[in-house]
């Protein structure tokens, strides 16, 4: 049981370090170089913009594929292999000097392999390690994962400011295929299942295996699929579009730059806390509450975006943003394999990991109409504000698959259960 914590703990911090490999196909990644790559290339804005839509929203069908190889190939062969496909893309990257189409190859694969799929294995390599108790693990890995993108920020950053995109971006390529894929061959696989079940006394241990057979055609018939897909879709679409616009949004209320560094500071640590606060609470309470208090918390945080003018009230909204984030995000990476078990995970965590790439790429585009149209951000927030609260009350009331609707499942395929002596 030691040696299986102790890979398990191993295991968290490779899949965090896989989820650091997808920054060059994340818009975080790509907005380090957008300004020099655009004055490199001579491409418009618009054009950019454009090329990056389209290849999000295309390279989010990677998510489906990921899923299916893990399950089938194993965690070790798939994510070795798509560091190291995504190591070559921005190897290639570095080198491009020029052309539409292949700028738009170039960012459909840095989406595709980073932002989709190597996404959905280091989420998975998690959710595989520990089960239905992975709601401290996922904590402590997004923990790490905070830690390890600010540390990259600044690296990255100061790579690209020093010495250039292009070079900032080859010793991306060099870490992906030098460190993350060795490491990614050194993953534990099936730890969960060795384990068994939970301590006496625990829910796992008194209720069995918990949904190990529900396939992904199953999972989508749960509304609890839809209700935690759609809550977490729904916060990746506010976030994306509004940390797109998030210097304007402040500006609209009478904060200036400097404010918005601060603000980015404050949420970011907020959302460490919330991150390892959800963490352990997981352990404690239902997924379904803590995704009900962090959804109506963040309904609260959209509604009153409107009205903040005083540097307190900005703060409090920093501090309910970060620590809903926090709570979400970790929900979001532990509710697949304790609602859905271990057997599909990947395939799952696939399906669910497409809703929010494809959320996340519409953000933008709603937010710039919405203050094209209207000439604020307003009117939108205050929509998404009840939109959200919805979701909460959803989340609160939806029900858990549980192991006896895996059983009536099972025994609706193959016949009834003989009788117990």
């Known amino acids: 049981m030691r040696t299986i914590r102790v890979w398990g703990s191993f295991n968290v911090v490779v899949a965090a370090v896989l989820m650091l490999a997808t920054l060059p196909g994340r818009t975080q990644g790509l907005g380090l170089i957008t300004e020099p790559l655009l004055a490199d290339l001579r491409i418009s804005r618009v054009d950019y913009a454009t090329i990056n839509l389209w290849a999000t929203l295309i390279g989010a069908a990677f998510c489906f594929p990921a899923g299916q190889l893990i399950d089938r190939l194993g965690l070790r062969v798939v994510s070795a292999g798509l560091a190291l496909g995504l190591g070559v893309t921005v190897w290639r990257m570095s080198a491009f000097t020029g052309g539409i189409a292949g700028l738009f190859l170039l960012l459909f694969l840095t989406r595709a392999l980073g932002q989709s799929a190597l996404s959905v294995a280091s989420i998975t390599a998690v959710g595989k390690s ?17 830690g390890f993108f600010i540390i990259a920020f600044v690296v990255v950053g100061g790579t690209v400011t020093a010495s250039g995109w292009r070079t900032a971006w080859a010793q991306i390529a060099k870490f992906l295929v030098f460190i993350v894929t060795p490491m990614a061959l050194l993953l534990r696989e099936n730890l969960a299942g060795v384990a068994g079940t939970g301590p006496a006394g625990t829910e796992e241990a008194s209720t069995g295996n918990r949904s190990e057979n529900f396939s992904l055609g199953q999972a989508l018939r749960s509304p609890a699929f839809w209700v935690f897909g759609l809550a977490t879709a729904l916060f990746a679409l506010v976030s994306s579009g509004l940390g797109l616009f998030n210097e304007a949004v402040l500006a609209e209320h009478g904060f200036n730059q400097k404010t918005f560094h601060t603000f ?16 352990w609470l997981a352990l404690r309470r239902s997924l379904r509450q803590l995704l009900g208090v962090a959804m109506l918390l963040y309904a609260a945080a959209l509604g009153m975006l409107p009205f903040v003018r005083t540097f307190p009230h900005l703060w409090t909204f920093a501090a309910l ?15 697949w394999s304790h609602a859905f078990g271990r057997e599909h995970l990947g395939r799952i965590q696939g399906a669910a990991q497409l809703l929010t790439v494809v959320a996340s790429a519409i953000g933008p585009l709603l937010f710039a109409k919405c203050a094209t149209a209207t000439g604020s951000y307003t009117p939108l927030l205050l929509a998404l504000a009840l939109v959200v609260l919805f979701v909460a009350v959803a989340a609160w009331t ?17 016949g009834p259960e003989p009788a117990q002596a």
Request: proline share 3%.
């Open 130 to 146: 520990f089960g239905r108790k992975a709601g401290l693990a996922m904590g402590v890995y997004t923990f790490l994962l905070s």
């Open 264 to 279: 980015l500071a404050v949420t970011t640590f907020a959302g460490l806390l919330g991150q390892l606060t959800c963490g």
């Open 321 to 335: 943003v970060g620590i809903t984030g926090g709570f979400i995000t970790v929900i979001f990476f532990a509710i």
């Open 398 to 414: 939806v029900p858990l698959p549980d192991a006896e609707s895996t059983r009536q499942r099972t025994v609706g395929r193959s």
